[in-house]
């Protein structure tokens, strides 16, 4: 699998497809909208262009300093692995809040962390991308911010 990246783009260089799965998500979030189906009415969208990009698509904060961040990586189940993973966190003066690691099926575990960027962090986007290009990491998602 590919590696991802991560960009950050002016809104007007964003898609409006993908602003409206934002607001819809709002929507949802807020509890102006029941069900999946009223927020994309209510934005004009399609039920499927929202399950197609909701998972990819999150507005950028600003003040995402102080913020907590949730994410799962697949990686292979190598000694020394998770010392990098938190090595690379160190380095970026991020703290670990939660980490849990599955049992490795077929040479392969998940690990799930929850962190607190910290206000002297310089660049949380920066940090995810050196996570993900440690060889032996297969995947990197954001699961949720707060």
């Excluded at 979030?29 to 969208?45: F, H, K, L, Y």
């Excluded at 000694?79 to 160190?90: R, T």
């Amino acid at each position: 699998m590919a590696k991802q990246r991560f960009y950050v783009l002016r809104e007007k260089a964003v898609p409006e497809v993908l602003l409206k799965v934002v607001e819809a998500k709002r929507l949802l979030e807020s509890d102006r909208a029941a069900t999946v189906q009223d927020a994309t009415d209510a934005v004009g969208i399609s039920r499927s262009s929202f399950y197609k990009y909701k998972d990819d698509i999150a507005p950028f904060h600003e003040n995402t300093k102080g913020k907590n961040i949730t994410f799962v990586m697949q990686m292979d189940d190598e000694p020394g692995l998770l010392s990098d993973v938190l090595a690379v966190i160190a380095r970026y003066g991020a703290n670990v809040l939660t980490i849990h690691q599955t049992i490795p099926i077929n040479g392969i575990a998940s690990l799930t962390l929850g962190i607190d960027i910290l206000p002297t962090m310089e660049n949380a986007s920066e940090m995810l991308e050196d996570l993900q290009n440690l060889h032996g990491v297969h995947y990197l998602k954001i699961l949720g911010r707060e």
